[in-house]
């Protein structure tokens, strides 16, 4: 039971489905189902759509501090296009967070900060809901990082990764008739983090600004195991026994 929690390596017995969702990383996991639960419960009219979205002044005047995560999990009702954001939002954060080595901590850490930058934007662009912003700036940090892959939309056209971002801003263009501009705010916090995380540390000799502070490490994974410290003297003892073993054979051999 404790190894079907912890998701991971696709347990004997279980249903396609539910190994797919148990093998995702665990931020990925959880964040669809987030996103899935929330559309659920505001169809089901258990919620409102109302409860959900950000405003700076709702927040911080009537500390409705949930705002600052349900504005992440909401994609809009039951429908292909929710379907649409869930599809992207599931396969590039889980390229993402693997690639991180499925470290909870480092991704974790890329979705706060990056998640921070949204909400600073978003009384800028009065956007109430940013989940697919959060999407997109995972897709540009992923394209960036990718860019000799190839990849074909609905089998029509085929382009190298970095142009995938600009192509589901141009489809979201057609089918909307309006610019995307939660896609442009979320491509542009991507291209910050990719600059200060992929892009300056090899100008600077390695040095990173955007890697997660040891605190932050230490919240997700706890305290690294110490290291076992030998006294000095045992270590003369050992060195002197090692010498001594080395010689024997020579006197033998003599």
């Known amino acids: 039971m404790a190894n079907v929690l ?3 390596d696709g347990i ?3 249903f396609p489905l539910e190994q797919w969702f ?3 990383p665990v931020c990925t996991r959880w964040w669809m189902t987030a996103a899935l639960s929330a559309s659920v419960l505001v169809q089901c009219e258990i919620l409102d759509p109302f409860q959900l979205f950000y405003s700076f002044r709702t927040v911080f005047y009537r500390s409705q501090y949930w705002r600052l995560v349900t504005t992440f999990f909401y994609f809009g009702p039951l429908s292909l296009d929710l379907l649409y954001h869930i599809f992207f939002l599931q396969r590039y954060s889980r390229l993402l967070e693997e690639s991180s080595g499925r470290s909870p901590a480092h991704f974790s850490w890329l979705l706060a900060f990056t998640s921070t930058l949204l909400l600073c934007m978003a ?3 009065s956007m109430a809901f940013l989940g697919s912003a959060l999407s997109s700036t995972l897709i540009y940090i992923w394209s960036r990082k990718n860019p000799d892959t190839l990849l074909s939309f609905l089998g029509l056209m085929v382009f190298r990764a970095p142009y995938l971002p600009w192509v589901l801003m141009c489809f979201s263009l057609v089918m909307h008739g309006t610019i995307p501009k939660d896609e442009l705010c979320g491509i542009v916090v991507g291209h910050i983090w ?3 995380n992929d892009v300056y540390p090899p100008l600077h000799d390695g040095h990173s600004p955007l890697d997660p502070p040891a605190w932050w490490i230490r919240l ?3 305290h690294p195991a110490p290291t076992e410290e030998t006294p ?3 270590d003369l003892a ?5 010498a001594h073993e080395a010689a024997q054979p020579e006197v033998a051999a003599q």
């Open 12 to 14: 004997r017995g279980q």
């Open 194 to 196: 990719y600059f200060f």
């Open 232 to 234: 000095e003297g045992e």
């Open 238 to 242: 050992d060195a002197g026994n090692d």
């Open 123 to 125: 009384p800028l662009f």
């Open 6 to 8: 912890a998701g991971g």
């Open 22 to 24: 148990f093998e995702m």
């Open 220 to 222: 997700f994974e706890g």
